[in-house]
């Protein structure tokens, strides 16, 4: 179980508190109105903080600093995107993302790193793929046969400045592209892992928990 964190309880955020809650873990959700509250069920157990989303304290007593993930889907943009850099930047959330309403501006800041989905082609399940990596393994494709699966992936920090192969080889998977600064690449021999960059993968789907087990442990130091 992990602890979830959600800026704004409108409809965006009142179905993710649920779908959370749902699968067992713990959610707090922070809303400047506490008349937004009565969109969660009856049932809903998870914290509900009135206050300004990025405003520290608020963010604190929804339990940030304890947080695997913070989602910010409130109506505002710019509120959206300064808590999701407080939550990173402040608190160090390991998974954050925002929602933005204006295309050009969730462009700007997916080149600055920081993960946005765009309003107009938003779903639950798109912000749910960025901060559960279980979703992540869900796959973008998935070849005729079932078998293999194009996903992204979820490496330890201790990763970082690793070559490319050197994680293939590990994991036994084969690196399709990487998202780095809101852009495509793809990997070149002395290509190496950085921060920031979102690595997608072909995998074996039987495989794929193994994988996220091998690949969320540091690297085997060399003998």
């Not at 959206?80 to 925002?98: D, Y």
């Amino acid at each position: 179980m992990a602890h979830f964190v959600i800026m704004g309880c409108g409809r965006v955020g009142s179905t993710l508190a649920h779908t959370l809650e749902d699968a067992g873990h713990s959610v707090a959700i922070i809303d400047q109105d506490d008349r937004a509250f009565r969109r969660l069920r009856a049932g809903f157990s998870g914290r509900k903080v009135t206050g300004v989303g990025f405003d520290r304290e608020t963010m604190k007593r929804a339990g940030v600093e304890e947080a695997y993930a913070f989602a910010a889907v409130s109506s505002g943009d710019n509120s959206n995107i300064l808590a999701t850099r407080v939550a990173r930047e402040t608190f160090h959330v390991p998974h954050v993302v925002a929602r933005i309403y204006d295309p050009g501006r969730a462009e700007i800041y997916q080149r600055l790193g920081i993960p946005t989905v765009a309003a107009v082609r938003w779903s639950a399940d798109q912000v749910l793929r960025r901060i559960l990596p279980e979703q992540h393994i869900a796959g973008d494709y998935r070849e005729p046969s079932g078998r293999l699966v194009l996903a992204e992936v979820d490496l330890n920090p201790d990763w970082i400045g690793h070559p490319i192969s050197s994680i293939e080889k590990a994991a036994g998977i084969r690196i399709a592209y990487l998202t780095r600064f809101g852009e495509g690449m793809l990997p070149a021999a002395g290509t190496s892992y950085q921060d920031g960059d979102t690595v997608h993968a072909m995998l074996n789907v039987d495989r794929s928990s193994e994988i996220g087990h091998i690949l969320a442990k540091s690297p085997a130091k060399e003998s």
